[in-house]
C-alpha cells in the first residue's frame, strides 16, 4: 500500500497565494469560507429539498466540526504535559 | 456572511482578553491564512500561555493587523504553528504542517523547530509531513 499523500504534490498544487499581501490573503479566506458555507448548504437542499431542514441538517453539520475541532485542541493542549511525551516511532 | 461572523468573534474575544494577564497569540487554520496557506476554518483560536512552549511561541509571535481591526492582534511564527498542528494530530493538521513547511521554507527557524519536534515526541508525524512537503529531499538529521 502507497503511503499517505497529505498535500498534492507542487505540480498539481493550487497556486500559492504567498505573493499575495496579507491583507488580500485574508480575502481568500474569506472567500472559501463565504463559497464554502454556500455549496454545503446548497448540498443539504438538494438533498432534503426544504430551506428549514437544510438549514437545520447545515447547523448539525457545523456542530460536529465544531466538536471535532475542540476535541483536537484538547488533545494537542494534553500533548503538552511533560508525563503524556512519547515519541510515537 | 460566515467570514465576517468568524472575524467578529476573534476580535470579541481578543479584546475581550485584553484584561487578561497572560499573553496571546493567534493559532489554529485561521492563522495559516497569515503564513501562505488559506483553507475552510470557521475556527477562530486564540492560544493563551499555559507551558514554556506556548510561552515562547506567543513570545515569538508577530502582529498580524491585516485580518481584524483589533488592534494588537498576533499571529504564531510558521514553526511553531507546524509543532501546534503536528501535536493536534488529525489528518488535515498534518496537511496543514505540510503547506506550512512547503510555502514558508525561508521564514522557518528550523533549529528551533526541530529541537521541538524531537522535545514534544513527534518526529514520525514531523517526517510524514517532510516527505510531502519536500519529497525530492531527505529529511534532516534530527539531534
Do not use: C
Not at chain 2, 481584524?68 to 511564527?77: H, I, K, S
Not at chain 2, 496543514?96 to 522557518?108: P, S, T
Not at chain 2, 527557524?109 to 510531502?132: K, M, N, P, T
Amino acid at each position: 500500500m502507497p503511503p499517505l499523500q497529505l498535500i498534492p504534490p507542487t505540480d498539481l498544487a493550487p497556486p500559492s497565494i504567498a505573493h499575495l499581501s496579507p491583507r488580500d490573503r485574508a480575502r481568500v479566506w474569506a472567500q472559501m469560507v463565504d463559497e464554502g458555507d454556500r455549496l454545503v448548504f446548497e448540498g443539504f437542499l438538494r438533498q432534503h429539498g426544504d430551506q428549514a431542514v437544510a438549514r437545520r441538517a447545515f447547523d448539525e453539520w457545523l456542530a460536529r466540526r465544531a466538536a471535532e475541532a475542540t476535541s483536537a485542541k484538547i488533545r494537542m493542549l494534553r500533548a503538552r504535559r511533560p508525563t503524556e511525551h512519547h515519541d510515537g516511532q | 456572511m460566515a467570514s465576517e461572523g468568524v472575524l467578529a468573534t476573534l476580535r470579541a474575544g481578543w479584546n475581550a482578553l485584553s484584561g487578561v494577564a497572560a499573553p496571546k497569540a493567534v493559532i489554529g487554520g485561521l492563522a495559516l491564512t497569515a503564513w501562505n496557506h488559506a483553507r475552510y476554518t470557521r475556527d477562530a483560536d486564540v492560544l493563551l500561555v499555559s507551558g514554556d512552549f506556548q510561552k515562547e511561541a506567543v513570545d515569538r509571535a508577530v502582529p498580524w493587523p491585516a485580518l481584524t481591526d483589533a488592534g494588537d492582534l498576533r499571529v504564531v511564527q510558521p514553526d511553531d504553528l507546524v509543532v501546534i498542528k503536528l501535536l493536534a494530530g488529525r489528518l488535515i493538521d498534518r496537511a496543514d504542517a505540510a503547506m506550512l513547511l512547503r510555502e514558508n521554507r525561508e521564514a522557518i527557524d528550523f533549529v528551533r523547530l526541530h529541537r521541538e519536534v524531537v522535545g514534544q515526541g513527534i518526529s514520525a508525524e514531523y517526517r510524514q509531513v517532510w516527505s510531502d512537503a519536500f519529497p525530492s529531499e531527505p529529511m534532516p538529521r534530527l539531534e
